[in-house]
């Protein structure tokens, strides 16, 4: 099972590579969003994506656009400690990416005084 789980981590890490989009902006009432869009023209190729991304937990939605969205914090933590450890071409912006998200979740908690992530 371990196998099946290394080569879906690696085909993910190279599709992403290619046509993943890494975001961060604000929201409307001010907090900052992680977000990770993947856009393909092949329905099937979504509906695999959709497929591999439940397998690992990680939630996802569909827009009319032919994309796939992740915005959930933690499918986007758990999304990048997948691809990271296989990234060729976008390693460098995922490490930093990554690392966006886990400053601003661990000035969330002390700013509220609360160990409950924000998501």
């Known amino acids: 099972m371990k196998n099946d789980n290394t080569f879906l981590s690696i085909f993910l890490a190279g599709f992403l590579d290619g046509r993943g989009c890494f975001n961060e902006s604000k929201s409307k ?3 900052t969003q992680f977000k990770v869009k993947i856009a393909d023209n092949e329905n099937l190729n979504l509906i695999t994506f959709e497929k591999i991304f439940n397998k690992f937990g990680i939630k996802s939605s569909r827009d009319k656009f032919n994309a796939i969205w992740i915005t959930n914090r933690e499918s ?10 296989f990234s060729i071409l ?4 995922l ?7 886990y400053d601003y979740d661990l000035s969330f908690i002390k700013e509220n005084n609360s160990p409950r992530i924000h998501k």
């Open 76 to 85: 986007v933590r758990r999304l990048l400690e997948i691809i990271i450890p």
């Open 29 to 31: 009432k001010g907090f």
């Open 90 to 93: 976008k390693k460098e912006e």
């Open 95 to 101: 490490l930093d990416f990554q690392s966006k998200l």
